[in-house]
C-alpha cells in the first residue's frame, strides 16, 4: 500500500532557528498535505500542494511538491515557542485516499 | 476552510459500553471521513460516509464495531461499540473542501479513554 516516511521521530531546536523537514514516498502522490497538531487537538492544514514543482509559503511556513512527486518538505523559519507540536505530512495518492506519514515531534528551545 | 465541531470532546467510559461521536460542519458536504488515532500514533482512516449510502470501511474495520450514520449533508455519527481499553484513542472526523477535492479539514477530535 502507500507509505509515507517521515524522519526524525523529534527534532530540537534553539528559538530563532530553522527547520526542515522532509516526506517521501516510493509511490506517486497527487496532492500533498501538511498539518500541525497540538495536543489534545486536531490537525490543522498549514500549506496544501496540488501540482509538481509547486512552492507554496503560509507567513514563516514554505513547503515544496517535489519534481518527482514521491517526496515533499516544510520549511519553519526563525521557530518560535509556539512552533512546538506535532508535523504530519499526508498525500493522496492512485488510492484517492489520505495517506498520513507517522509524524515529527517539533520542540522548540527558548 | 471548514469548521468542525465533535461531541463529547473527551469522554471515559467503561468496558463494554458503547459511545457515540457527533460531528457537525458549518456547511453543506459531500464526503465526511472518520479517523482514530491510538496514543502517540498517526492517523488511521475508519470509514468514509456519503449522505444516503452506506458508509464504506477500511481494512479492519467493521460496521457492527463502528456503526456510522449521515443523515444530512452537515452531520455524522460514529458508534465505538463494546467498548474495550484498545479502543482508547482520539476520533477524528473530516470533511473534503478545497480547490481539488483532495483536501481534508479536521475536527477538534473526540479523546476516548476506556477503563
Known amino acids: 500500500g502507500q507509505q509515507l516516511n517521515q524522519s526524525p521521530q523529534s527534532m530540537f531546536i534553539q528559538e530563532g532557528e530553522d527547520v526542515s523537514m522532509n516526506c517521501t514516498s516510493s509511490?506517486?502522490?497527487?496532492?500533498w498535505l501538511w498539518y500541525k497538531q497540538d495536543p489534545g487537538e486536531g490537525p490543522v492544514l498549514l500549506i496544501a500542494l496540488y501540482k509538481a514543482g509547486e512552492l507554496t509559503s503560509n507567513g514563516r511556513l514554505t513547503a515544496q511538491f517535489g519534481i518527482t512527486r514521491k517526496d515533499s518538505f516544510l520549511n519553519i523559519s526563525a521557530s518560535i515557542p509556539s512552533d512546538v507540536g506535532i508535523y504530519f505530512c499526508?498525500?493522496?495518492?492512485?488510492?484517492?485516499?489520505?495517506?498520513f506519514g507517522k509524524g515529527i515531534t517539533l520542540s522548540v528551545r527558548p | 476552510s471548514a469548521v468542525i465541531s465533535q461531541k463529547p470532546s473527551r469522554d471515559i467510559c467503561q468496558r463494554g459500553t458503547s459511545l457515540t461521536i457527533q460531528c457537525q460542519v458549518d456547511?453543506?458536504?459531500?464526503?465526511m471521513f472518520w479517523y482514530r488515532q491510538q496514543p502517540g500514533q498517526s492517523l488511521t482512516l475508519i470509514a468514509t460516509a456519503n449522505q444516503g449510502s452506506e458508509a464504506t470501511y477500511e481494512s479492519g474495520f467493521v460496521i457492527d464495531k463502528f456503526p456510522i450514520s449521515r443523515p444530512n449533508l452537515t452531520f455524522s455519527t460514529l458508534t465505538v461499540s463494546n467498548m474495550s481499553p484498545e479502543d482508547s484513542s482520539i476520533y477524528l472526523c473530516?470533511?473534503?473542501?478545497?480547490?481539488?477535492?483532495?483536501?481534508?479539514?479536521f475536527g477538534p477530535g473526540t479523546r476516548l479513554t476506556v477503563l
Open positions: 509511490s506517486i502522490f497527487n496532492t
Open positions: 456547511s453543506q458536504v459531500t464526503m
Open positions: 499526508a498525500g493522496t495518492g492512485a488510492n484517492s485516499k489520505l495517506t
Open positions: 473530516s470533511v473534503e473542501r478545497g480547490r481539488v477535492l483532495d483536501t481534508q479539514y
